[in-house]
């Protein structure tokens, strides 16, 4: 709805697409209270939510959270919010052990994967199996696929478009003590001008 907005917010549209959207889970989940349900539910739990899809993205996010945001801007932020200054463990903790830590989970819950089964007597088909990774990578691939999308579509040289990419939005806005230090700087300029 706010990426399209002109088209959207028309009367009457966001009804029908919501309409669309409801329809399209409802049928779309009608198979799970078929008899073969348990199946596909089962399916569904162990590709698309199990650890390798969550670990993966909390790599990701851990990581641009403590490189790409900044551990200090987020330092900065908290102490606006809460008048105090977290504890420097937070700081360790954002840049190098919640990434270390979680991509050792995936590396373990990758190499320990077993295929399912259900009711440890029924294995499932190979098929099945390929289906399930593949749900499993629709939403692992979103990550990496919006960054080379933004990457071959941004404008400059490769390296530029890598740094644009990897540094943060330059509309954020700005913390106290950002502000301090700008109101600081230029009252300087105008004492400055002013002599």
């Avoid at 995936?106 to 199996?129: I, M």
């Amino acid at each position: 709805m706010d990426l399209f907005p002109t088209v959207l917010r028309k009367t009457g549209r966001r009804e029908i697409f919501l309409l669309i959207f409801c329809l399209i889970c409802f049928f779309g989940q009608l198979v799970m209270v078929t008899e073969v349900g348990i199946y596909v539910f089962q399916l569904f739990d162990y590709y698309a939510c199990n650890g390798a899809c969550v670990l993966f993205l909390s790599v990701f996010e851990s990581l641009a959270m403590g490189w790409t945001f900044g551990a200090e801007r987020m330092f900065d932020i908290i102490e606006d919010m809460t008048k105090t200054r977290p504890n420097y463990i937070f700081l360790l903790c954002w840049k190098y052990l919640t990434p270390l830590v979680s991509l050792a989970s995936l590396v373990c819950s990758l190499v320990q994967y077993q295929p399912l089964t259900f009711n440890r007597w029924y294995v499932y088909p190979g098929w099945a199996y390929a289906l399930g990774w593949l749900l499993a990578l629709s939403s692992i691939l979103l990550v990496p696929g919006w960054a080379l999308g933004r990457l071959f579509t941004g404008k400059g040289n490769l390296r530029q478009r890598w740094r644009q990419l990897c540094s943060p939005d330059r509309n954020l806005p700005l913390t106290c003590k950002q502000r301090t230090e700008m109101q600081q700087m230029m009252r300087t300029t105008e004492m400055e001008d002013f002599i």
